[in-house]
C-alpha cells in the first residue's frame, strides 16, 4: 500500500452551491476532478489529520466508486479512522448524526439530492464540518480557492475495500470501520418522540404511505415505521434505493411524487402520506386530501412541539430561510420566542442551533429540522407529524383547520424555470434589482408595495455576512413575492419565483392555492419579464 502524490492542474468551476458541489455525472467522471476537490477539501479542513472522518451518500450512480477513492485519499492525508456506512450508504441526517455521536472532524456526504441521478444525471459532494452540519460559507468559500490553486493531491495504491461487511479493517495506516448506516439515527430517533403513541396510533388503524423515491430513505423508513413502529408491512413505497432511482427525480413535491398524490387523493386514501428526497433530508407532508405546504408544516410543529417528548420545555426560538413563508411568525409572535430569518440554505441554521438560540426550522422547499442533527432530517419530520397526530387526536385536515383558525393562513406558492441562459437569467435579476428602490408606495396588481429590497444577512452570532440572497417585494396587504436564481441546479440557471398571500383569522381559507396565488404570480412574472426576459410563458415545475 504505497502513498503517492499525484500532479494535478485545477479545474475551472469548483464553487460550492447552496448545498455542495454538484454537477453531472459526466464531469465528475473525469480523471482527478474529484480527486482535485477532495483534497482542496482536505487542505482546509484543520486538524484532519489523526482524526475521524464519517463517509457515505445517499447511492446514487457513482457513489461506490467515489467512495472508494475519498477513503484512499483520507488515508494518504492522515486520518486516523474512517467510518462508513455499508454500501456506502448514509442519508444526509444520518450522516450528520454519525458524526456528531463519533466525534469526527467532520464527513464526506456524496449526493445531488432532489436531482436525478444515473450515468446521465447528477452527482455531488458536500463536506459537513465537526457539528455535524454544513460547511458554513468561510469553508466552501476556502475550498473553492484551493482548488483554484491546487498542484498536487495524495492518494494510496491500493484495492478496493468490500464495504458491504459490517465490521473494522485497515488501510495504509487508517482503520475503516463500515457501520449499519440506519441503527444510530434509528436509535436518536427514538430518543425523541413517543414511539408507544405512534405505535398506538399504528395499532388502531391509522394508514399511511411513505414513499422512498428508490432513494435513500427506504432502509431508514422501512426499519422505523414498519419495524419500530409497527406500521402495516407496504407502508414504504418504493423503498429500494435504486442507482437512478427508478428514472425520477427524487424530489418530494406535487410535481414528482406523483404516486404518493394520487394515492392521498384518490378512492380509499390512508390518513397520511409523506416522502423524502434523494438523499433524505426534504420531506412532503400530505393528509387525505389534503397537502401541507412545508412553510406550513414548519408552522403547525412549532405550535404543537410541546406534544412532543423532545420538546416538552417548549421551544428557544425558530428560524425560516428568507423565501419560507412568514406562517411560523405569527407562531413565534404569540409563544413570544425568536423568530430568524436566514438565507437560502441549511448551512446558516448551524450558529443559531449551536448557540442554542433555536431548536426548530425550516425551509420552504420541503426542509425541515431540529437541532437533533445539524442538517434537515426528512423522516424526523415524518415523525414529528406522526408523534403529533398521535397527541392531538386530530387528523391532517383538522389540524390545519385549527391552525389556520387561529393564526391565519397564509397561502404559498413557488415557480421555478428550470435550465434558462445564465446571461439571460442575470440580465432578468439585474434589471429586477434596479427597479426595486423605486418600488415602496406604488400599486402593482391592486397592492400597494410596503418594501422592496435584496435580501442581505448578518450572522447572530458569528458576524459573518452574506449578500445578495434574493430579491424581495413585500405589499401592504401582507403579501409577498420573492425572486432568487437557484444555487444547486447543474444546468443554465433555474428562476425561482416565491408567492405568499395572507388570509387573517376569519378569511378565506378554503381556496385552492394556486387558485388563491394566480394574482400574485401572474404580477410577479410581469414585474421581472420572464417572458421577455427568458421567453418562457410557465414555469417548468410550480409547487
Ligand atoms: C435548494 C433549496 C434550498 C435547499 C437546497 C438544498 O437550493 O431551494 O432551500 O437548502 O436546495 O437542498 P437552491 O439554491 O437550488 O434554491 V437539498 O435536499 O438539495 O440538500
Ligand atoms: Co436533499
Redesign the pocket.
Known amino acids: 500500500m504505497v502513498p503517492v502524490t499525484c500532479p494535478t492542474t485545477p479545474f475551472d468551476g469548483q464553487k460550492p ?3 455542495g458541489l454538484r454537477k453531472a455525472v459526466k464531469v465528475f467522471e473525469q480523471p482527478r476532478y474529484l480527486e482535485n476537490f477532495v483534497q482542496s477539501i482536505f487542505d482546509c479542513v484543520d486538524g484532519l489529520s489523526g482524526a475521524t472522518l464519517v463517509i457515505g451518500g445517499d447511492g446514487r450512480y457513482h457513489n461506490r466508486t467515489a467512495v472508494q477513492t475519498i477513503l484512499r485519499m483520507a488515508a494518504a492525508n492522515g486520518v486516523a479512522r474512517a467510518v462508513v456506512g455499508r454500501g456506502g450508504i448514509l442519508s ?1 441526517p444520518a450522516a450528520s448524526c454519525v458524526i456528531r455521536k463519533r466525534g469526527a472532524i467532520g464527513g464526506v456526504i456524496l449526493s445531488a ?2 436531482n436525478p441521478g444515473g450515468p446521465d444525471g447528477d452527482f455531488g459532494i458536500k463536506f459537513n464540518a465537526a457539528n455535524g452540519g454544513p460547511a458554513p460559507e468561510s469553508m466552501t468559500d476556502a475550498f473553492f480557492a484551493r482548488s483554484k490553486a491546487i498542484t498536487e493531491y495524495r492518494t494510496l495504491e491500493s484495492p478496493d475495500l468490500d464495504l458491504d461487511r459490517l465490521g473494522g479493517t485497515a488501510l495504509g495506516g487508517m482503520a475503516v470501520e463500515v457501520i449499519d448506516p440506519v441503527a444510530d439515527y434509528a436509535e436518536l430517533m427514538e430518543s425523541l418522540f413517543d414511539m408507544a403513541a405512534i405505535r398506538k396510533l399504528f395499532a388502531s388503524g391509522f394508514r399511511m404511505v411513505f414513499d422512498a423515491m428508490h432513494a435513500v430513505t427506504g432502509p431508514y423508513a422501512t426499519e422505523i415505521l414498519e419495524r419500530r413502529l409497527g406500521a402495516p408491512a407496504g407502508t414504504v413505497i418504493n423503498g429500494t434505493p435504486l442507482e437512478d432511482f427508478g428514472g425520477h427525480h427524487p424530489d418530494p413535491n406535487l410535481a414528482h411524487a406523483e404516486e404518493l398524490v394520487e394515492r392521498l387523493f384518490g378512492p380509499d386514501a390512508p390518513d397520511f402520506g409523506a416522502a423524502s ?1 434523494g ?1 433524505g ?2 420531506n412532503m407532508i400530505l393528509g387525505r386530501n389534503v397537502f401541507v405546504s412545508p412553510s406550513d408544516s414548519l408552522a403547525v410543529l412549532a405550535a404543537n412541539a410541546t406534544h412532543v417528548p423532545a420538546f416538552k420545555g417548549g421551544l428557544a426560538g425558530v428560524a425560516r ?1 428568507m423565501p419560507t413563508s412568514r406562517a411560523v411568525d405569527r407562531v413565534a409572535a404569540k409563544l413570544g420566542i425568536s423568530c430568524y430569518e436566514t438565507p ?3 448551512k446558516f441554521f448551524g450558529t443559531l442551533l449551536d448557540a442554542g438560540r433555536i431548536n426548530l426550522c425550516g ?1 420552504e ?1 420541503f ?1 425541515t429540522g431540529a437541532d437533533h442533527v445539524r442538517e434537515k432530517d426528512g423522516l424526523w419530520a415524518v415523525l414529528m407529524w406522526l408523534n403529533v397526530l398521535a397527541a392531538r387526536g386530530l387528523s391532517v385536515a383538522e389540524l390545519m383547520a385549527e391552525h389556520w383558525g387561529t393564526y391565519g393562513r397564509t397561502y404559498y406558492g413557488r415557480h421555478d424555470y428550470e435550465a434558462i441562459p445564465q446571461e439571460a437569467a442575470d440580465a432578468l435579476i439585474a434589471e429586477l434589482r434596479g427597479t426595486l428602490p423605486g418600488l415602496a408606495g406604488t400599486v402593482l396588481g391592486g397592492r400597494t408595495v410596503a418594501a422592496a429590497d435584496e435580501f442581505a444577512y448578518t450572522d447572530p452570532v458569528d458576524g459573518s455576512r452574506s449578500e445578495r440572497q434574493g430579491l424581495r417585494v413585500g405589499f401592504e396587504d401582507g403579501s409577498r413575492i420573492v425572486y432568487r436564481l ?4 447543474t444546468s443554465g440557471a ?1 428562476l ?1 419565483v416565491y408567492f405568499e398571500r395572507y388570509e387573517p383569522v376569519g378569511g378565506e381559507h378554503g381556496l385552492d392555492a394556486p387558485v388563491a396565488l394566480k394574482p400574485l404570480a401572474d404580477l410577479a412574472a410581469e414585474l421581472a419579464g420572464i417572458e421577455r426576459h427568458t421567453g418562457r410563458t410557465k414555469p417548468d415545475v410550480a409547487t
Open positions: 452551491g447552496t448545498s444526509t439530492s432532489h428526497d438523499d433530508d426534504r430561510s437560502t440554505g441549511w425551509e422547499s426542509g437557484s444555487g444547486t441546479g433555474t425561482r
